[in-house]
């Protein structure tokens, strides 16, 4: 009934959901920059993964409820995670910036 109130929340629900996970993607990158030596380690993915589960801790304070997310949601929260930390630390590790 409240989301007929509000026609604005699913997509407002979207916006945060995306936004958390696109930004924990490129922060993790920057974090697997710091931390890893060695760009072919798989700590780099055990990284990433950690902040996919403080995503959803971060979102559940945010106020998304976590707890109706099916696994279509926490798929969509990993790839994405997964492809901004993909691209970013890629372009870290070829431009050779050193943190």
């Known amino acids: 009934m409240a989301e007929n109130l509000d026609p604005t929340a699913s997509h407002r629900r979207s916006l945060k959901v995306t936004t958390i ?12 920059e710091m931390t890893v030596s060695d760009p072919a380690s798989r700590t780099g993915l055990l990284v ?29 929260v990993a790839f994405m995670t997964f492809a901004l930390w993909f691209v970013t630390w890629g372009v870290l590790l070829t431009a050779g910036v050193s943190l």
């Open 21 to 32: 996970a696109t930004l924990g993607g490129v922060a993790a990158a920057f974090v697997s």
């Open 48 to 76: 990433m993964f950690g902040l996919v589960a403080v995503e959803l801790g971060l979102m559940r304070l945010l106020g998304v409820d976590v707890g109706d997310f099916g696994a279509k949601d926490h798929f969509y």
